[in-house]
C-alpha cells in the first residue's frame, strides 16, 4: 500500500469499536490515546490498523509507566527522506576511505611506508573498494525500495567502517514501521539477498575475467602462515563457466581483488539468510511459514556451535579460523532469535509462487556456504 500524501484527521470511531477512549494529547507529530483496551493488543492493532493506515498514521500499543492505562500512538507515516542524510552518507565517505586503506595495504600489497608517503596510492584500490560497496549497497537498495514500495518506513542504508580483512562489517537498514501482511515482510526480506547475490554475479564474473596481481617477494616471506579465504559453490561455478581460474600454483601470482567483493557478498549472504529474528532468513521464513519460525530459529544457535565444536574437535581447526567465526554467529544467532521475528498484522498466509520464489532463495544461499569458509595455511 502506498503511504498516503498526508495525514488526515485520525478514525476515532473506528479505535473506539475496540478502545475504551479516557483522555486523547498530541506529542509533536504523534497521537496518544489513553484508555482500556477491549481485546488483546494484537487484534486491536489488527482490528484498526487498516482505517488509521488510510487516514495516513501507523500505530502501536503500549501501557502508561504505572501500568494503569492502555495508550494507542499514532503517528504519521513517513514520506521518504526528510532533509539531508549526514549519519548515512557520513558512514559511508567512512567506509570509502576503510576499504580504499585496507584493500591498498592488504590485497594490493601496498608498503605502509609507501602509502605514507604518498596517500593517494590508496586510490589504486578503487576497484576492491567498488566491487565490496557495490555489492552491499545493491543488498540493503533492495530492502529499500521494496520497503517504500510497500510503504513501510525504512531508513537509507548504513554502511559500517571497519578494518582488516575487507574495511567494513555490512551494512544495515532500520525498519521503523510495522508491516502490514506476510507478503510485504517476504517481499522486503528477500529483495535484498535477491539484489545483492545479483550483484554478486557479476562482480565474481568481472572479477575472476580481470588480469591477476603480483605479489611482491616481501609479502610471500612474510611470518610462514597466510589467510585463506575459500572458495564458495557459487564462485567456483561462476568461474569455472567463464573457464577462469581463482587460484595460481605461483605463490607471486594471486586474483584480481575484485573477486574479493564477489567473496564478501556471498559470504553475507549465508549470515543475512539465516532463518533468526530480523535477519533476512527469519523475515522470509517468518513470512513463510508464520510463527512455527520460531522453533526453527531456536535449533539455529546449536546448529552453529556444533558446526565449531566439529571443526575443532573433528577436524582440528583453530579458534583463529572458522571455529572461532562459527561460535561468534551461534551466539549473536542466539540473541537475535531471542528477540523475536517480525510481526505483520495481517497474518494471512503466502501464496505459492512467493512459496517458491522463497525456497529458491535459501537454495542460492546454500550455493554460497562453505563449512570452512576462512583458514590459516603454511606457505
Known sequence: ????????????????????????????????????????????????????????????VATTRNGTEDVVIARPVSQGIDGVPWKNLGLFVATIVS???????????????????????????????????????????????????????????YVIPFIFPFGTLGAVIRMRGQMPDRKALFDIGVAGPLAGLGATVVVTAIGVSLPPIAVPEWAIRGTGQVIVFNNPPLLDLIAGVLGRPTEYSDPTVAVNPVVIGGWVGMFFTVLNLLPVGQLDGGHILRAMVGESQERIAAVVPAVLFGLAAYLHYGLGYGLNESVGLW???????????????ANPVDDSPLGTVRIAVGLATFALGALCFLLVPVEVMSI
Open 327 to 341: 561460535g561468534f554467529w551461534g551466539l549473536l544467532s542466539a540473541v537475535v532469535a531471542f528477540k523475536g521475528p
Open 1 to 60: 500500500m502506498d503511504s498516503p500524501d498526508s495525514a488526515a484527521e485520525p478514525p476515532i470511531e473506528a479505535l473506539q469499536s475496540v478502545f475504551h477512549l479516557h483522555e486523547t494529547r498530541r506529542d509533536d507529530d504523534r497521537l496518544l490515546f489513553y484508555g482500556e483496551s477491549l481485546v488483546p493488543e494484537r487484534m486491536l492493532v489488527r482490528e484498526v490498523w487498516a482505517a488509521f493506515r488510510e487516514a495516513g498514521y501507523e500505530i502501536q
Open 99 to 157: 576499504t580504499l586503506l585496507v584493500g591498498s595495504l592488504t590485497w594490493y600489497y601496498t608498503p605502509l611506508s609507501e602509502l605514507l608517503a604518498d596517500p593517494l596510492l590508496v586510490l589504486q584500490a578503487w576497484p576492491f573498494t567498488a566491487a565490496i560497496l557495490g555489492v552491499l549497497a545493491t543488498h540493503e537498495l533492495g530492502h529499500y525500495a521494496m520497503g517504500r514500495y510497500h510503504g513501510v518506513d525504512v531508513s537509507l542504508p
